[in-house]
């Protein structure tokens, strides 16, 4: 992308219910010993240190867009500020990991085309997108830009920017690629007063709020709160907020 909106630690605040799909997309890659890894749009880097772990023996090359989600990197990988768009690999790469970053590229399906072709024969792809786009949550946010805010935003949704699982089963398995699909709905329990809005101002609303002017963002923030508590009432014990993402792992056999 772009434009670097992206505060890392708006974003950490939810750094546990983020880094779980993480997690359990690596848990499908099967790769015994690959001697090198690249973790595409890395955000923080935090995540990309724990393939050093699962990967002691390889190299960890992590690649962000974000010099604000790059100012500290962990030790272990290599980092490096770049658009994954323009990424070409030094040579063949045995894993590829991207988690949730696809879904802010429109062109994302010639990209993965591409990543699968850097692959080494029986490397591995593993990517995680939202999946959420007809939710409340964005749903709600839309018709705000389209109705009261449509001056400033109305050009901004995006409407539903992600294929379903089958539709990357096709794609990368016409690659070459045996490919695993499938996706969860995870329902997080979020803590505090307007919870939603607190998750969402670290990713779904950073454009919105890249484009207004200082002085306007607290009333875009305060219209977004109202919709989204409506959408989503606090119980005692939290805020449940419904969440699922699409999780799609290719093993190059071709």
């Not at 962000?64 to 790469?93: I, K, Y």
């Not at 010639?110 to 786009?133: D, I, K, M, Y």
């Not at 089963?169 to 996706?183: I, N, Q």
């Amino acid at each position: 992308m772009a434009a670097d909106f992206w505060e890392p630690a708006v974003y950490n605040h939810f750094a546990a219910e983020r880094s779980r799909p993480f997690f359990e997309l690596v848990s499908r890659v099967r790769a015994e010993s690959p001697g090198y890894v690249a973790d595409l749009g890395c955000g923080t880097g935090e995540l990309t240190a724990t393939l050093c772990e699962r990967w002691p023996t390889a190299a960890v090359h992590g690649v962000d867009s974000s010099p604000a989600m790059l100012a500290a990197p962990p030790a272990g990988p290599s980092f490096e500020v770049a658009d994954v768009r323009d990424w070409r690999p030094p040579r063949p790469v045995d894993v590829i990991v991207s988690n949730a970053l696809l879904q802010w590229l429109p062109e994302h399906r010639e990209l993965l085309s591409r990543w699968a072709g850097h692959l080494t024969e029986g490397g591995w792809l593993a990517f995680q997108v939202p999946g959420n786009f007809a939710a409340p949550s964005h749903a709600a946010i839309r018709e705000l830009c389209r109705t009261t805010w449509r001056d400033e935003l109305g050009d901004l949704p995006r409407g539903t920017p992600v294929g379903d699982p089958a539709e990357y089963v096709g794609l990368l398995a016409g690659l070459g690629c045996a490919v695993d699909a499938w996706e969860t709905t995870y329902v997080h329990v979020l803590a505090g007063g307007d919870a939603v809005l607190g998750w969402i101002k670290g990713t779904a609303l950073r454009p919105m709020l890249d484009r207004l002017a200082p002085g306007r963002r607290e009333a875009f923030l305060g219209d977004c709160a109202r919709v989204l508590r409506e959408a989503y009432p606090q119980r005692p014990y939290g805020t449940p907020f419904p969440f699922r993402r699409i999780f799609v792992v290719a093993r190059r056999t071709e």
